[in-house]
């Protein structure tokens, strides 16, 4: 916009030295109108993501949302091998499996001990009257003596090695979907890097030529809206790399289980 306010104030400057006709004039205020248009359709994109903001903390829809998050291009991610093992220990799935794998051993445990019959002893006198003294000795065994609890212990251990398994194969998953993420959010990085540092330059500079011969006679309007327009276009790129950039950033830290350093 500042781009095109300020060919569109040449544009009335060359008209008034006659220089320029009005079709010039026209021409760079229908940009200036364009851009505008442009930044109002910007800005009810801008209450649509707001409204998604207040949905999410459930606030009321004239309370007042400040941003304070500072609009900086993403940091490079931490090494694959960090981010791993951090999504294998943050991660609520792996939690869970490791809360069975512990159920299942305190359950193999406790049926390890009922292996071997209970024996109990008992000594007893029947001392009835007018009759001989009798005494009584006794061993008692709990039924079955060999054979216990076999079935249960094999369905417990089982269950163990189904759970572990799954608990190895829930890592390896984790594991890809964490290296995979990273890759994405450093293609996009690279991306970002790529139009900052090279396109962006290069689109300005171009502008800032054209822009000058138009002001010297030796370019039409035509050029330098065409200029004007890269330069925009380029912007917007920016704008969509940076947005990408920090949905994949969001996308990693889920993977990984929380925020990243």
Do not use: C
Not at 35 to 55: G, P, Q, W
Not at 154 to 168: C, H, P
Not at 175 to 192: F, K, N, P, W
Not at 233 to 257: C, K, N, Q, T, Y
């Amino acid at each position: 916009l500042e781009i095109a306010e300020r060919i569109l104030s040449a544009s009335k400057q060359r008209a008034e030295a006659g220089a320029s006709g009005d079709i010039e004039q026209s021409l760079a205020q229908t940009e200036v109108a364009e851009l505008h248009a442009a930044i109002e359709d910007a800005e009810r994109e801008r209450e649509t993501y707001i409204s998604e903001i207040r949905d999410a903390l459930d606030i009321g829809a004239s309370d007042a949302i400040a941003l304070t998050t500072p609009l900086e291009d993403p940091h490079e991610a931490p090494a694959p091998q960090e981010l791993a093992r951090k999504a294998v220990a943050a991660r609520p799935e792996f939690d869970i499996v490791r809360k069975r794998i512990v159920l299942l051993d305190a359950t193999d445990e406790r049926l390890s001990k009922e292996v071997f019959p209970k024996i109990g002893a008992y000594v007893g006198v029947d001392a009835a009257p007018l009759s001989p003294i009798f005494g009584v000795v006794g061993l008692s065994v709990e039924i079955p003596v060999v054979q216990r609890n076999q079935g249960p212990r094999a369905v417990v251990r089982a269950s163990r090695d189904t759970e572990t398994m799954r608990l190895e194969l829930l890592g390896r998953r984790v594991v890809r979907e964490v290296m995979t993420s990273r890759a994405a959010y450093e293609s996009r990085r690279a991306q970002l890097r790529e139009i900052t540092e090279k396109a962006m330059p290069a689109a300005e500079r171009t502008m800032q030529l054209v822009e000058a011969g138009w002001r010297s006679g030796r370019f039409d309007l035509f050029r330098v809206t065409s200029a004007a327009r890269d330069v925009a276009r380029v912007r917007r790129l920016r704008l969509d790399a940076f947005e990408a950039a920090w949905m994949d950033r969001i996308a990693l830290d889920r993977a990984v289980g929380g925020l990243t350093p």
